[in-house]
């Protein structure tokens, strides 16, 4: 995998798991796809968090 593009946190899990999912829809194989859905949106989740938690450290 190449390097990420973004310094923002979770950027590294987003993308591998979003290059994941890309890859098994490229193949159409629905059941990686889906198999991949649940951590993407977990980590998705997560780096949603913390990029509050980083905006919000900035703010005091």
Same mark, same amino acid.
């Given at each position: 995998?190449?390097? @990420?593009? @973004?310094?923002?946190?979770? /950027?590294?899990?987003? !993308? %591998? %798991? /979003?290059?994941? +999912?890309?890859?098994?829809?490229?193949?159409?194989? +629905?059941?990686?796809? /889906?198999?991949?859905?649940?951590?993407? @949106?977990? %980590?998705?989740?997560?780096?949603?968090? !913390? +990029? @509050?938690?980083? +905006?919000? /450290?900035?703010?005091?």
């Amino acid at each position: 995998m190449s390097t @990420s593009c @973004s310094n923002m946190p979770g /950027a590294r899990r987003l !993308e %591998f %798991f /979003a290059l994941h +999912l890309h890859c098994a829809l490229a193949k159409h194989d +629905l059941t990686a796809c /889906a198999q991949t859905l649940p951590y993407l @949106s977990r %980590f998705g989740r997560d780096t949603c968090t !913390e +990029l @509050s938690q980083h +905006l919000m /450290a900035g703010y005091n």
